[in-house]
């Protein structure tokens, strides 16, 4: 609805796999939807920056932008 291209990796595979093909496939930001979901929280990082943060769901849109 907000205009962004998502790929969905829902394959039943390690997350490592999983991240290695988005690396070679090119894609800059990583949204991880995982453990701290039922809190509301998700994980987002930029390729090339070191680290990761913790991103309530609610204001992932504005961390796109």
Do not use: W, Y
Not at 7 to 16: A, F, H, N, Q
Not at 30 to 38: D, E
């Amino acid at each position: 609805a907000q205009g962004f291209d998502v790929c969905l990796d829902d394959r039943k595979m390690s997350p490592g796999v999983k991240f290695k093909d988005l690396d070679l496939l090119g894609f800059p930001l990583r949204i991880i939807v995982g453990r701290n979901a039922k809190d509301g929280i998700v994980e987002f990082s930029h390729r090339g920056v070191d680290g990761r943060e913790d991103v309530p769901a609610s204001e992932i849109a504005s961390k796109l932008t």
